[in-house]
């Protein structure tokens, strides 16, 4: 196995989780916040705005199953990068579009991914890319949310109809192969 990890924001760490453990190659994700001044920070004192953090997930892939590339470019397809600060109903910096690089390769990577998701959207891709710092995990109940919350309200509403395009994409392109 070449197992790397890959730290990335788009809205609701909930969604982006539940996706990102639906995706072959995919070993492990984690949810927690990333990119602010905060050390630390409970999703409590996240969910105000005010730590600079936004929402992220942490995934630990196989490379030789999936590309950091790849991943990416699900990433960028599967949440809208062309808002600012803001996801469906949640709003403000914590639900950013954000993609977070350990090294010059990756920043490479990620803007030339941006580059080639613009063409699915009217409006520009606004997701930040930034150099990764620290992750910091969040509160166990926020972990592996969707599977363990498959019929509380926001996952039936918000998730499961994100999850079933997300499958519906993947079978596609399966299809066209």
């Known amino acids: 196995m070449n197992n790397r990890t890959m730290t990335f924001g788009g809205g609701c760490f ?4 539940a996706i ?3 995706t072959e190659g995919v070993l492990d994700v984690k949810s927690g916040f990333s990119g602010g001044f905060i050390k630390n920070p409970a999703y409590r004192e996240v969910c105000t705005g005010r730590t ?4 992220v997930i942490r995934l630990t892939y196989d490379a030789d199953v999936i590309s950091y590339k790849e991943l990416l470019t699900i990433h960028l397809l599967t949440h809208d990068p062309t808002t600012l600060n803001k996801q469906g ?4 910096t914590q639900y950013r579009s954000i993609i977070f690089y350990d090294n010059e390769e990756e920043r490479h990577l990620a803007e030339q991914a941006i580059a080639e998701a613009q063409g699915a959207y009217d409006a ?4 930040e890319i930034q150099p990764f710092e620290v992750f910091y995990e969040a509160e166990e109940k926020h972990q592996n949310y969707y599977n ?3 019929d509380a309200f926001y996952c039936q509403v918000v998730i499961s109809p994100k999850l079933a395009k997300y ?3 993947k079978s596609d392109s399966m ?3």
């Not at 909930?14 to 989780?17: D, F, G, P, R, S």
């Not at 600079?52 to 929402?55: D, F, K, L, Q, V």
């Not at 109903?89 to 403000?92: E, H, Q, R, T």
């Open 124 to 127: 520009p891709i606004m997701t």
């Open 175 to 177: 299809v066209s192969k």
């Open 20 to 22: 990102f453990r639906d």
């Open 52 to 55: 600079g953090h936004a929402e």
């Open 167 to 169: 499958r519906q994409f």
């Open 148 to 150: 363990d919350n498959k």
């Open 14 to 17: 909930w969604c982006t989780e």
């Open 89 to 92: 109903a949640d709003n403000g």
